[in-house]
């Protein structure tokens, strides 16, 4: 069964670096999204892109990050300049469509900012 | 900004019986409701959905039951297996926009054997 997968699962980084997190969707998937788990918090929307451009963000996605479909297959988040706060997990989702699809999550990546 | 709201931290059954998990939402433009599953260390896994259309939506032994004019969804389980143990969200999303989801906070169902 295709499943979206993520690399690395936890990150560990020093407060002011930056940081990539990479994912890959289902393959036949159009819709891509990132989302984050603060500890002990509800699932948080933060970015979703489309036809190679980022369709709506969230008001937590600032000017520090970023995302990118470098090569037709992977999908990253980029974090310039990490923050106490931006510890988290954050989750990769894709679906085929946009809403009335279901979105297949991967198993995040678990980012430790020091 | 609580627009989905999941009022129970936590809910306990035994196995055999059935769970009924509640969620509530504020907003009116949501038409498109999804329930997952989170095991710890792993990402959401989608369950079973329901459009704004329907009242109703049956999968195996899960089922979504909306109330539009309540603004209330609960998702069904029957019956309970141990193995169903683990933490419950309810989103949603609005048509025409990107699928983006609003997440509630959770319940934690535990499944006594």
């Known amino acids: 069964e295709p499943e979206v997968t993520q690399t690395p699962s936890h990150q560990v980084t020093q407060m002011g670096q930056e940081v990539i997190l990479r994912c890959v969707p289902i393959?036949?998937?159009?819709?891509f999204y990132w989302y984050r788990q603060i500890l002990g918090q509800k699932v948080e929307f933060l970015v979703s892109f489309y036809n190679n451009e980022i369709s709506e963000k969230s008001e937590i996605f600032d000017d520090q990050f970023s995302v990118e479909r470098p090569d037709g297959s992977n999908f990253t988040l980029k974090i310039r300049s990490t923050k106490l706060e931006d510890s988290a997990m954050y989750f990769c989702?894709?679906?085929?469509?946009?809403?009335?699809?279901?979105?297949?999550f991967g198993p995040g990546t678990r980012l430790t900012v020091l | 900004d609580q627009q989905v709201k999941q009022n129970s931290p936590s809910l306990s059954v035994q196995e055999g019986r059935i769970s009924i998990l509640n969620c509530d939402y504020t907003n009116s433009m949501f038409d498109y409701f999804l329930w997952y599953k989170k095991y710890p260390a792993e990402g959401p896994t989608f369950l079973i959905s329901?459009?704004?259309?329907?009242d109703k939506n049956e999968d195996g032994r899960f089922t979504v039951f909306l109330n539009k004019s309540a603004k209330h969804l609960s998702l069904h389980i029957v019956p309970s297996q141990p193995g169903d143990s683990a933490v419950y969200f309810c989103a949603a999303s609005t048509s025409g926009n990107t699928g983006k989801l609003i997440f509630g906070q959770g319940t934690t169902l535990q499944v006594k054997p």
């Open positions: 989702a894709s679906s085929e469509g946009g809403t009335y699809n279901e979105q297949f």
């Open positions: 329901i459009s704004s259309i329907k």
């Open positions: 393959s036949n998937h159009l819709y």
